[in-house]
Every structure is written in structure tokens, then in C-alpha cells.
């Protein structure tokens, strides 16, 4: 049973940083590309980073470059998204998820975890 436990979500203000954390289990982590995908009340999910098996190749959406990282340690099974000078609009439940191909379509990856709540003040 796969198994994804984000953690590292919290207020901030804006300007700040967060970095959230996903571990991993119940996979062999290094055989699957990882996502960050967000979704906030009355509004589509979206796909925020994806990183590939080997952390090789990373992608983010235009709304977040140069300002969000992902970034994995497969020694560790964990996946990581450093979030600097976040924004109001940043605010949202933030999910990663484990998928088989490289890419921010939320089809492409079987599993999700609970999420982690980001919340942004102004």
C-alpha cells in the first residue's frame, strides 16, 4: 500500500518561506516521478512542480517559477518543495503525489497523499 505524508505547511506572511516535506512509502520510490499539486476553496486543482525519477528534470508552472523548487532524496524516499516569497494567492491545500510519467497532469498520478494547508497573509 502506497502510502504519502506531506508535512511542513503553516501561515506565513507574506514574502516568506515554507519548505514542505513528502515521505514516501509502500513504492520503490526512485521507479516514480513525483508532483506537487495545490488546490484552494471554489478553485481547480493545479499542478504546481514535478520532478523525475532520478531528480534529473524538474518542470514548475509558470505562476510559481523562480519562486518554488522541488527537489527529492530518494535515500531518504522523501520529496520536498521550498516555497520563497510566497503570495496570498499561494494559499491552498498542497498534495503530493506519485506517478509513473514526468508531468503536471494530475491523470498521470495514481497516488495522493492527505495534503498539507498553506495559508499566505497579505
Known amino acids: 500500500q502506497v502510502t504519502l505524508v506531506e508535512s511542513g505547511g503553516g501561515s506565513v506572511q507574506a514574502g516568506g518561506s515554507l519548505k514542505l516535506s513528502c515521505a514516501a512509502s509502500g513504492l520503490t520510490f526512485n521507479n516514480y516521478a513525483m508532483g506537487w499539486f495545490r488546490q484552494a476553496p471554489g478553485k481547480e486543482r493545479e499542478g504546481v512542480s514535478c520532478i523525475s525519477w532520478n531528480g534529473v528534470s524538474t518542470y514548475s508552472a509558470d505562476s510559481v517559477k523562480g519562486r518554488f523548487t522541488i527537489s527529492r532524496d530518494n535515500a531518504k524516499n522523501t520529496v520536498y518543495l521550498q516555497m520563497n516569497n510566497l503570495k496570498p494567492e499561494d494559499t491552498a491545500m498542497y498534495y503530493c503525489?506519485?506517478?509513473?510519467?514526468?508531468?503536471?497532469?494530475?491523470?498521470?498520478?495514481?497516488?495522493w497523499g492527505q495534503g498539507t494547508q498553506v495559508t499566505v497573509s497579505s
Open positions: 503525489a506519485a506517478g509513473r510519467v514526468f508531468s503536471l497532469r494530475a491523470e498521470y498520478f495514481g497516488s
